[in-house]
């Protein structure tokens, strides 16, 4: 199985990183690397990887990466770079190869001071691995000054290195940094597809794969998720009961408050998850005495760490709300299917009952004006509004249509 095999509807991005891995593979081997590229390689030093949500552009670039710094036995004899199964392959793939520097946005940005360490890192030969790979995650998340950094070290990349950047779109990304890139454009999976990797890799029933692909319209990691996590159906089911609810305004703002509530108690089980191993990994780090006392002078770094989790829970509660909006979008988008007498199938046909009793209460005038009220609610958290001044004006607009 090839690091190729998981990226769900992307055949003609596959080959196009399979050329160029291939390419790359040629360079390093015959100790070409540190001369420029040759104009008919199809190997760059910089790729920027754009396509809706759920359609795998961290995981194309990783399995890019994974290819990258294949060290499997079988290229001597003309096997392709990325067999999935080496050391090289592994490692870059679970994010634990000492040259695939991953960076996430840990709050609403990438802040300077997170790229620095990662930047300088850039302009280092590789230490165990063929190639010195920097993957940005959320590079539409860059601001002013960490977007200026990055611009500088595609610019000017030491000859070993790769940039790969992913984001929702060309016009996420400063036209200075995209235009140094090369630029693969991902589609939305199709629910076959999706559901077909579900029962491959997943070993689920087809028809919890099939439902799960067809709620999610192809968004593959939230699709393993519903299929996968009882806490996550519970969590749809209720945001699909919202539309329901709101016949008066303290439903609504019941409603608001409730929605609210569930993305913040999301927020809450990742930070128990992962803030307390952080936290006691850093003062093990810092050589902590027994009982948890602190050497001196570490205290400023504890509170770097305090801060960038803080700003990650608040990350999560606007990520989960997010996911939540986008549930209620499709909701209100097979509503108005019914109202226009659509034979396009049903995301949500697990709540047809509700569909069609609002398809009959209102008209598609109404319902489209609900839809733009979701999409306002989702650029009103994009500027930092309050969460809950900002669900709760959705749900009143929700309710008069």
Same mark, same amino acid.
């Given at each position: 199985?090839?690091?190729?095999?998981?990226?769900?509807?992307?055949? =003609?991005?596959?080959?196009?990183?399979?050329?160029?891995?291939?390419?790359?593979?040629?360079?390093?081997?015959?100790?070409?690397?540190?001369?420029?590229?040759?104009?008919?390689?199809?190997?760059?030093?910089?790729?920027?990887?754009?396509?809706?949500?759920?359609?795998?552009?961290?995981?194309?670039?990783?399995?890019?990466?994974?290819?990258?710094?294949?060290?499997?036995?079988?290229?001597?004899?003309?096997?392709?770079?990325?067999?999935?199964?080496? /050391?090289?392959?592994?490692? #870059?793939?679970?994010?634990?190869?000492?040259?695939?520097?991953?960076?996430?946005?840990?709050?609403?940005?990438?802040?300077?001071?997170?790229?620095?360490?990662?930047?300088?890192?850039?302009?280092?030969?590789?230490?165990?691995?063929?190639?010195?790979?920097?993957?940005?995650?959320?590079?539409?998340?860059?601001?002013? =000054?960490?977007?200026?950094?990055?611009? =500088?070290?595609?610019?000017?990349?030491?000859?070993?290195?790769?940039?790969?950047?992913?984001?929702?779109?060309?016009? /996420?990304?400063?036209?200075?940094?995209?235009?140094?890139?090369?630029?693969?454009?991902?589609?939305?999976?199709?629910?076959?597809?999706?559901?077909?990797?579900?029962?491959?890799?997943?070993?689920?029933?087809?028809?919890?794969?099939?439902?799960?692909?067809?709620?999610?319209?192809?968004?593959?990691?939230? #699709?393993r998720r519903l299929a996968t996590d009882?806490? #996550?159906?519970?969590?749809?089911?209720?945001?699909?009961?919202?539309?329901?609810?709101? /016949? /008066?305004?303290?439903?609504?703002?019941? #409603?608001?408050?409730?929605?609210?509530?569930?993305?913040?108690?999301?927020?809450?089980?990742?930070?128990?998850?992962?803030?307390? =191993?952080?936290?006691?990994?850093?003062?093990?780090?810092?050589?902590?005495?027994?009982?948890?006392?602190?050497?001196?002078?570490?205290?400023?770094?504890?509170?770097?760490?305090?801060?960038?989790?803080?700003?990650?829970?608040?990350?999560?509660?606007?990520?989960?709300?997010?996911?939540?909006?986008?549930?209620?979008?499709?909701?209100?988008?097979?509503?108005?299917?019914?109202?226009?007498?659509?034979?396009?199938?049903?995301?949500?046909?697990?709540?047809?009952?509700?569909?069609?009793?609002?398809?009959?209460?209102?008209?598609?005038?109404?319902?489209?004006?609900?839809?733009?009220?979701?999409?306002?609610?989702?650029?009103?958290?994009?500027?930092?509004?309050?969460?809950?001044?900002?669900?709760?004006?959705m749900t009143m607009a929700l309710r008069t249509g």
């Open positions: 199985m090839t690091v190729w095999d998981d990226l769900v509807g992307q055949e =003609k991005v596959s080959e196009q990183l399979d050329a160029a891995a291939r390419d790359a593979d040629a360079l390093v081997t015959a100790a070409a690397a540190d001369t420029p590229l040759p104009e008919a390689s199809k190997m760059t030093h910089a790729w920027l990887f754009t396509g809706p949500p759920g359609a795998g552009r961290t995981q194309t670039a990783r399995a890019f990466a994974a290819a990258l710094q294949c060290v499997s036995p079988d290229r001597a004899l003309g096997g392709a770079p990325g067999c999935g199964f080496c /050391d090289g392959c592994h490692t #870059a793939l679970v994010g634990t190869h000492a040259d695939v520097t991953t960076v996430a946005a840990v709050g609403t940005q990438i802040l300077a001071d997170d790229m620095r360490d990662t930047v300088r890192k850039s302009f280092t030969s590789p230490a165990n691995g063929r190639w010195q790979v920097i993957l940005v995650e959320d590079a539409e998340r860059l601001n002013e =000054k960490s977007a200026n950094a990055v611009l =500088k070290a595609v610019e000017e990349p030491a000859p070993r290195t790769v940039w790969l950047l992913c984001a929702p779109s060309l016009e /996420d990304v400063l036209p200075t940094i995209r235009s140094r890139c090369r630029h693969l454009n991902l589609r939305t999976p199709s629910v076959e597809a999706v559901a077909d990797m579900l029962v491959r890799r997943d070993g689920l029933e087809p028809e919890t794969a099939f439902a799960a692909a067809r709620a999610t319209q192809g968004h593959v990691d939230r #699709a009882e806490r #996550a159906r519970a969590r749809r089911a209720a945001v699909l009961k919202l539309p329901l609810r709101i /016949d /008066d305004i303290g439903g609504c703002l019941r #409603a608001a408050q409730e929605l609210v509530d569930a993305a913040t108690e999301d927020s809450k089980q990742l930070a128990e998850e992962m803030d307390g =191993k952080e936290t006691e990994e850093m003062k093990a780090a810092l050589g902590a005495a027994q009982g948890g006392r602190m050497p001196r002078g570490t205290a400023g770094v504890m509170k770097e760490l305090e801060d960038r989790q803080k700003r990650r829970r608040t990350r999560t509660q606007r990520d989960s709300l997010d996911q939540a909006l986008t549930d209620l979008t499709g909701f209100y988008r097979d509503v108005l299917a019914l109202q226009f007498g659509s034979r396009i199938a049903l995301a949500h046909a697990d709540a047809e009952d509700a569909l069609e009793r609002l398809a009959r209460g209102s008209t598609p005038e109404s319902t489209l004006r609900r839809i733009e009220a979701i999409a306002a609610c989702r650029e009103a958290l994009d500027r930092n509004v309050a969460p809950l001044l900002a669900v709760e004006a």
